[in-house]
């Protein structure tokens, strides 16, 4: 049995640690200048740091790192989350805007997985300190801080390319590979990029420059927090519904894509095979509810289904949450699709959740395929993305994701009833939870919070954020025997 390297795992969180303190006191400079003039961000700031120093110092930094492998990027990642997520929840337990320990972890986490779920009512009446907390840790949390931390810190060496591979989401099936520090730089970049534009585009709408931060760090990672209680649609703006809509969509797109459309790669981004279903799947079941809407006399106007329908449809898929609307005042049928998007979420690569729409691309083609296989013995009929075939292995880990995925959904329903939840609330927040969607159903809905769900619910779906953020394996491998031997 190999020993794992903690030195390593000691300074990816210590590292981790340290960057969040940065964060922390960047956001007690907003705080003062906003004239909030609290400690709350400098002491949890000051806790953060020594904590992160602590750990950095612990591993040795002048050693060399020669075993990293799996154990250590697996550990590396998962407790890299966990611990900027118990930190990050200091500044809402200090400033007494949750009621206990066990909400301000819920909040945290369900900001920096992007998952938007909250525990918090009147948002409005929050310290604007804390409503930019929430706002940055999601933007954070967007392309990941491991992303942010090898973007920033090349301290990894020959560590940095396993962090990436357990960090990155989703099914990397057009892989670009610099220096992966470099890579990290370039995502960062046009991340970075998009959000200042769309601060811009928003500033140039109705909405003030402290909104448009925090909304524009909320898109573009499809977190979905908002400054207000009615959310986006208290400005009933449709300028900003179309520009939300559209960083809704490019932050639930592969980067690696927007990567080389910024190359002028074109027809590499167009042609993508992933990008186009996910299109159709949006203009699909947008045009189908926009269809219901209109028939069931919900909006007199056409336009109005039309635009009701297509910016819930993308706020759903994109695993934003964002609303215009309580949906869950519309009949029942329509929960059956949003859940349906819900499962899905956006593309592979993306600052979205949920299974990813290539894993469902490729389960249907493979399913097809086996029909086929089934007439045809002797033919050989692979799975092919973009034009070129996936191997065996690859199929055959989709498929187990698959059916993890599903099974963990399932599992986590039944729990989440026995622990006090009702039928329809634990399967929508098993659901949400898992695929970082932050929707709930009954009092958990766009016009409410998971603030009175049982104690013993709050942590297993924080756990279960976590679990869905770093693609399932790279936690639940942690729980395996043979993870641990040779």
Known sequence: MRFVNWKFVFRVI???????????????????????????????????????????????????FKIIGKKESCLSVTF?????????????????????????????????TTTGASVLNYVESLPKGILFWRSLIQWLGGLG????????????GGGAAHLFDSEATGLTHDKFRPRVNEMAKRLWLIYVSFTGVLVALLIAGEMSVFDAICHAFSTISTGGFSTKGSNIAYWDSIYI????????????????LLYFLFKGKFKKFFHDEELRWFAAIILAMGSFIAVCLQWGKEWDQIA?????????????????????????????????????????CGCAGSTSGGMKVIRVVVLIKNTFYEFKRLTHPRAIIPVRINGEALSFETVQRLLAFAFL???????????????????????????????????????????????DIPTFAKWYMAFLMVVGRVEIFTVLILFIPTFWKN
Request: proline content about 2%; overall charge negative; some cysteine.
């Open 405 to 451: 995925y599903i099974l963990i959904i399932f599992v986590s329903w039944g729990i989440l009833v026995f622990s006090g939840m009702t039928f329809m609330e634990a399967l929508v927040a098993a659901l949400s939870s898992l695929g970082n969607t932050g929707l709930g159903f009954a009092e958990n809905g766009p016009s409410g919070s998971f603030v």
């Open 80 to 112: 890299a989350w966990i611990s900027f997520a118990i930190f990050g929840s200091l500044p809402f337990l200090f400033s007494g805007q949750t009621s206990s320990f066990t909400d301000a972890v819920f909040e945290s986490t369900s900001g920096i």
């Open 145 to 156: 801080i491991i992303v942010f931390s090898l973007a920033l810190f090349p301290l990894m």
């Open 241 to 256: 519904e179309t520009i939300t809509c559209i960083f809704m969509l490019i932050g639930a797109t592969n980067f690696a």
């Open 304 to 344: 109005d289904s039309v635009r009701i329908a297509f910016f819930r449809v993308i706020s759903v898929i994109t695993g934003t949450g964002f609303s215009t609307g309580d949906f869950i005042q519309w009949s029942p049928a329509y929960w059956i699709p949003f859940m349906f998007m819900m499962f899905i």
């Open 14 to 64: 210590g590292l981790t640690l340290m960057l969040e303190s940065v964060f922390m006191f960047f956001t007690a400079g907003v705080s003062f200048y906003l004239k909030e003039m609290n400690g709350v961000f400098v002491l949890s700031g000051i806790i953060t740091l020594f904590a992160g120093l602590i750990l950095f110092f612990r591993s040795d930094f002048k050693t060399k």
